[in-house]
């Protein structure tokens, strides 16, 4: 049996490597597709179940459009039986582009001269959060480069700040963070100041790739990138996201990388990832990145269907990085969670929140949606999407909420939806335009229905309290 070298290990954890290309790759070459198979792949998704490795091969390999369209309606139909309309939103916030890595595809290279680089200062941190809080924003993400100005220590207090930042009835209630791998102690150290999820992207999994896109700095280490987040539940935080940058390497080879990461989860911990990302690359410097395996929208949008209905139960992240009309497709396949109001420019929420354009010399590449977070709300609501603002598990202390909204028989009828309605009713009272308003207390009085019986009347009850001017009410 083979193990990873000593550095990469976790006391008592079995850690085998679980990344095998041949193994990957054999399961896609030997997947035989038929439309029977892919229906009944489908099916046992619909009943809950996760996929295997060679059946997530067959859907990968499944070109035929009836089949394509199949597929796509598979994730719609287990969007809407499982998770309904709810749509969480959140921002991400750049603390600092400092960068000793060079991801080739990365405008925060360490190679990239023309980078303007900026850390935050404590007060600029704290102006930032009030104009993310004046826009109504509750969920934080932050973001780092690799650096040693970012250490566990100076990491932490940055997210000790941003909770501590109270403007008006704004505040921030779950801050999670996107940044380079720690020790087990880093983590720990990380976990103490209350984060929510700790993301990190593999980038790619296929070693080669790898290797070439990271030719220099700590990132170059494979290894030490793969097994991050082994030492982040080790250090005390399970609640995990992984992501893929699609375009690095073959679309379908980082589909089943991705689903392998979720089983090696869940045979060492016995808890998959919180969630999943799917970036694809922008705004690569021309000459730096093969452009050969660049993922079109079309398989863009199957891949999304895929990765739903392969592990129907965790969390889908797509970020402002898609245009409107890919974001419209995928989040009816069952995508959880959306930035909205994203500014990538350090600094620029505070700074200039009025600019309309970018400044590429500052920020690592060009968003595709940069509406405001009112406007975001505005297009769900017209399309009958709840916006929710729930932070209420992490707070109450259930881990693994996307798992029990998946399989606690009625836990999305009694937590999540009554959340979400008050979450978006504190909204409308504290921030939102009277189109707005109006347009989303039909909404909740139309989701109303949605709730278990027994609590319509608790909700009712708690939704005048917060017309009166309460805060912060959850289930
Ligand atoms: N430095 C940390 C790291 O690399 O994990 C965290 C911050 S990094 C800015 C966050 C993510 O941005 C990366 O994991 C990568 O997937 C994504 N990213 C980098 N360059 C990108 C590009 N040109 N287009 C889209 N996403 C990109
Ligand atoms: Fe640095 Fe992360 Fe960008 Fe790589 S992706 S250059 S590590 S900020």
């Given at each position: 049996m083979k193990f990873y070298p000593e550095k990469y290990r976790i006391p008592d954890v079995s850690m085998q490597p679980f990344i095998d290309d041949n193994e990957i790759w054999d399961s896609i070459n030997k997947a035989e597709v038929t439309k029977e198979k892919v229906e009944q792949i489908i099916e046992k998704s619909l009943n809950k179940n996760r996929l295997s490795l060679s059946e997530v091969a067959v859907l990968v390999q499944a070109s035929d459009p009836e089949l394509v369209e199949l597929i796509k309606q598979g994730a719609r139909t287990l969007k809407e039986r499982i998770y309904g309309k709810r749509i969480v939103l959140?921002?991400?916030?750049?603390?600092?582009?400092?960068?000793?890595?060079?991801?080739?595809?990365?405008?925060?290279?360490?190679?990239?001269?023309?980078?303007?680089?900026?850390?935050?200062?404590?007060?600029?941190?704290?102006?930032?959060?009030?104009?993310?809080?004046?826009?109504?924003?509750?969920?934080?993400?932050?973001?780092?480069?690799?650096?040693?100005?970012?250490?566990?220590?100076?990491?932490?207090?940055?997210?000790?700040?941003?909770?501590?930042?109270?403007?008006?009835?704004?505040?921030?209630?779950?801050?999670?963070?996107?940044?380079?791998?720690?020790?087990i102690d880093g983590f720990r150290i990380v976990h103490e100041a209350g984060i929510g999820t700790y993301q990190i992207f593999n980038e790619t999994y296929h070693n080669e790739t790898y290797k070439k896109v990271h030719p220099s700095g700590k990132k170059s280490d494979f290894e030490w990138r793969l097994t991050s987040l082994d030492r982040a539940m080790e250090g005390g935080i399970d609640d995990l996201g992984i992501g893929v940058l699609f375009g690095l390497y073959d679309w379908r080879f980082e589909v089943l990388g991705l689903l392998r990461h979720v089983n090696h989860f869940e045979a060492c911990y016995n808890i998959g990832p919180h969630t999943i990302s799917f970036p694809r690359i922008k705004d690569y410097s021309e000459g730096k990145i093969d452009t050969s395996y660049f993922v079109s929208d079309e398989d863009f949008t199957r891949l999304v269907a895929i990765l739903r209905l392969a592990v129907p139960y965790t969390g889908l992240i797509l970020t402002a990085r898609e245009p409107d009309a890919i974001r419209k497709e995928v989040l009816s396949f069952g995508v959880s969670q959306i930035d909205a109001g994203t500014k990538l420019e350090i600094g620029a929420y505070a700074d200039d929140l009025e600019k309309e354009t970018q400044n590429l010399n500052k920020e690592q590449f060009k968003i595709n949606?940069?509406?405001?977070?009112?406007?975001?709300?505005?297009?769900?609501?017209?399309?009958?999407?709840?916006?929710?603002?729930?932070?209420?598990?992490?707070?109450?202390?259930?881990?693994?909420?996307?798992?029990?909204?998946?399989?606690?028989?009625?836990?999305?009828k009694r937590f999540c939806t009554p959340n979400a309605l008050l979450t978006l009713a504190e909204y409308i009272v504290d921030y939102a335009k009277p189109k707005t308003a109006e347009k989303g207390w039909r909404l909740i009085e139309k989701n109303l229905n949605q709730i278990d019986d027994s609590f319509v009347d608790e909700v009712k009850e708690r939704l005048e309290r917060i017309k009166k001017g309460e805060h912060d009410l959850y289930f």
């Open positions: 959140f921002a991400p916030l750049y603390v600092g582009n400092y960068c000793s890595n060079n991801c080739q595809y990365c405008g925060f290279r360490t190679s990239n001269k023309d980078m303007i680089r900026k850390t935050l200062t404590k007060d600029e941190l704290i102006k930032n959060v009030e104009a993310l809080e004046d826009s109504g924003q509750k969920r934080l993400i932050l973001v780092y480069g690799e650096h040693r100005n970012y250490s566990p220590e100076f990491i932490a207090d940055t997210v000790r700040t941003v909770y501590d930042v109270k403007k008006g009835h704004g505040e921030i209630r779950r801050v999670n963070i996107n940044a380079a791998p720690l020790t949606d940069d509406r405001t977070l009112s406007a975001v709300i505005d297009e769900l609501l017209d399309g009958d999407y709840l916006p929710s603002f729930c932070t209420a598990c992490y707070r109450k202390g259930r881990t693994g909420e996307h798992f029990m909204e998946f399989s606690v028989p009625g836990f999305i």
